[in-house]
């Protein structure tokens, strides 16, 4: 029977949601009920904790076999330590950290992993808070879309990527305070949709377009929401990359890359979670099935009725093999762990 692990899931920890409601000003986080929460940017609402399996994680370890998931790989994302003062991001990238990985000890079966935080605005404390979160139990890094308002791909985040590829610790790219918000509200379109997505795609192009994946063969990218648009721009992508090399100023910044860029973006990998099986197909055909798997977005709101695992199993183009290989086996491989 194929292990089916969801990686694009969240858990708020209690202790952490109440240094958010008190610290955090970008987004602000406001208290609405009993284990109820709301994301607030500016005037904008921008997310929801709706119930006890999001913050407890008692609640939560019952609630995953209901999913019909054999495990989660468990992260805090959006806001991140990064999102906070300078001075407040180490201390709160150490008490995500140590509430993940305490949920994993206490419930190895189904929550056996986690995604660490980082500092991000402190680069030496977020090295050092990357190897001992993988002492911990982080088999991935939860890699914001932007850093507090920067782009990760800016020259002083580059230590993380190379530390991280030596480590063999995986970024799963996830949404933050979208760049693009104000472009979502005078077209009257929430965050969610072209904010997060697009956020994603220009987080992790960044990064290709600056020759990441050239010079770092053990860094892999894993994009939620199916990539946000990569599968489905992959030609513009590396069009762009090369037609406007000469003219475009931010080229500069671009390492100069031989091979065709759609080569560099057949190592990157997505999840099912836009939950549409034409965008899910257009992804399998860039990566193959070796570079999908399994995401819920449980228990955001955005994630739908969460039924992942009954969606990839559903898609007809799909072999028993690689249904096997997306609902578990590739996040195995490639975070080194096994259940
Ligand atoms: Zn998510």
């Known amino acids: 029977m194929a292990k089916k692990i969801d990686v694009h899931t969240h858990l708020y920890p209690r202790s952490y949601m109440e240094v958010l409601v008190k610290h955090c000003k970008s987004p602000k986080f406001l208290k609405v ?7 607030q940017e500016g005037d904008t609402i921008m997310g929801h904790i709706d119930g006890a399996e999001e913050i407890d994680p008692d609640v939560r370890a019952q609630a995953i ?10 992260s805090t994302p959006l806001p991140g330590a990064e999102r906070f003062e300078k001075s407040m991001t180490v201390e709160t990238q150490e008490l995500i950290n140590n509430e993940l990985a305490a949920t994993c000890k206490k ?22 808070e990357m190897k001992r979160a993988k002492g911990m139990g982080a088999v991935g890094i939860l890699c914001p879309s932007n850093v507090h308002g920067r ?22 790219v996830h949404p933050s305070v979208p760049l693009t918000a104000e472009a979502q509200n005078i077209n009257g ?29 053990g860094l ?50 997505f999840d099912n979670c836009q939950y549409w099986g034409p ?21 955001h709101r955005a994630g739908g009725d969460w039924g992942a695992a009954g969606f990839i199993e559903a898609q007809p183009w799909l072999n028993d093999k690689e249904k096997e290989m997306i609902m578990g086996g590739n996040v195995m491989r490639v975070m080194n762990f096994k259940i």
Request: charge should be positive.
């Open 151 to 172: 782009a990760i791909s800016d020259p002083e985040f580059e230590p993380i990527f190379k530390q991280a590829a030596e480590l063999g610790m995986p970024f799963v």
């Open 33 to 39: 009920g009993d284990n109820k929460y709301r994301m």
């Open 279 to 299: 965008s899910f197909r257009c992804a399998y055909e860039l990566v193959g099935a070796e570079g999908l798997y399994l995401g819920t977005d449980y228990p």
């Open 107 to 128: 419930y190895p079966k189904v929550m056996p992993r986690f995604l660490c935080s980082l500092s991000w605005k402190d680069v030496d404390a977020s090295l050092k």
């Open 65 to 74: 076999p209901k999913l019909g998931l054999d495990a989660q790989v468990i």
């Open 189 to 217: 379109l929430p965050w969610q949709l072209f904010g997060f997505t697009f956020d994603t795609t220009m987080a992790t192009i960044g990064c290709v377009y600056k020759g990441y994946i050239e010079k770092y063969p």
């Open 220 to 269: 892999t990218f894993m994009v939620c929401h199916t990539g946000g648009t990569i599968p489905f721009l992959a030609f513009r992508i590396s069009n762009s990359y090369k037609k406007y090399a000469e003219t475009y100023k931010g080229a500069k910044d671009w390492m100069k890359m031989d091979k065709p860029l759609t080569e560099y973006l057949k190592k990157i990998m």
